[in-house]
């Protein structure tokens, strides 16, 4: 059930800022840093400047004040398809690592399977080897009864 009951939440609308205010405070900011930076070191240059009040205008609220370090908050970067390296390795995830793997033991398993090294196969080639027997013992006896079967229909 959401929060308020069946009538729903009774709380404030979401208030949006109006992007001329937004403009305001930025062009406010740089100049305040622009002036702070001209007071504190005459010498630097305004590349320097300019990467600072990037770094600064990035950080807004309580972040300016406080150095977070959250290897999770990571802003995802934009390449140009010039920087694109098609031609990179690729780096498989976990699960193809995982399949590629599995079907190279597999491939080596059958191959020795086939060459008869392993065990499944010795016992398969043993157990081909008692049918192969049964079956000529079993051949032989009925060679053998047929011919004794032809002299006693010749002897009579």
């Not at 999770?72 to 793997?101: F, G, M, T």
């Not at 086939?114 to 010795?122: I, M, N, V, Y």
């Amino acid at each position: 059930m959401p929060r308020g009951g069946k009538k729903g939440h009774k709380g404030r609308g979401k208030q949006f800022s109006n992007p001329e205010e937004i403009d305001r405070q930025m062009r406010v900011q740089r100049e305040m840093e622009a002036a702070g930076a001209e007071k504190g070191s005459g010498s630097e240059s305004e590349e320097e400047s300019s990467s600072d009040d990037d770094s600064n205008r990035k950080r807004s609220g309580v972040e300016g004040l406080i150095e977070i370090e959250n290897p999770n908050r990571v802003s995802q970067k934009n390449k140009k398809v010039a920087e694109l390296d098609v031609e990179a390795p690729k780096e498989l995830s976990r699960r193809e690592r995982e399949e590629i793997e599995k079907q190279k033991s597999k491939e080596r398993y059958m191959k020795l399977h086939l060459e008869g090294k392993t065990d499944q196969a010795r016992a398969d080639l043993a157990r081909l080897a008692i049918i192969k027997k049964q079956r000529e013992d079993a051949a032989k006896k009925r060679d053998e009864l047929k011919k004794d079967a032809e002299e006693a229909k010749g002897k009579r």
